[in-house]
């Protein structure tokens, strides 16, 4: 047997075992991948579900801040309606207080 016979028997060989490798490789990716699928499905079901109770307390919340928002626009119409009113007590007392000035001592 000559060198190049030689060469051509190592590199088969080495050919092979790269196979072999990439062939093994390629069967625990595929392990991987199924151990992944039947560990993640699950949790992403239940994060589906969980999901779907948040949407549906996010269409309760909205009614209710619409409410809250009508309760304080009320809330803030009362308030300028006690503003005014404590404005006009402010100018009676003003008044008062000038006619008791006038008012003649002893």
């Given at each position: 047997m000559d060198i190049t016979g030689i060469l051509t028997i190592i590199g088969i060989v080495v050919m092979l075992g790269l196979a072999g490798g990439f062939a093994f490789g390629a069967l625990k990716v595929k392990q991987l991948n199924a151990k992944l699928d039947s560990q993640v499905a699950p949790k992403l079901d239940d994060l589906h579900g969980k999901l779907g109770?948040?949407?549906?307390?996010?269409?309760?919340?909205?009614?209710?801040?619409?409410?809250?928002?009508?309760?304080?626009?009320?809330?803030?119409?009362?308030?300028?309606?006690a503003d005014g009113k404590l404005n006009q007590l402010k100018g009676l007392t003003g008044k008062i207080s000038g006619v008791v000035e006038m008012l003649p001592t002893k």
């Open positions: 109770n948040v949407k549906a307390a996010c269409a309760q919340a909205d009614p209710l801040m619409q409410s809250v928002n009508v309760a304080l626009d009320a809330l803030d119409v009362e308030v300028v309606k």
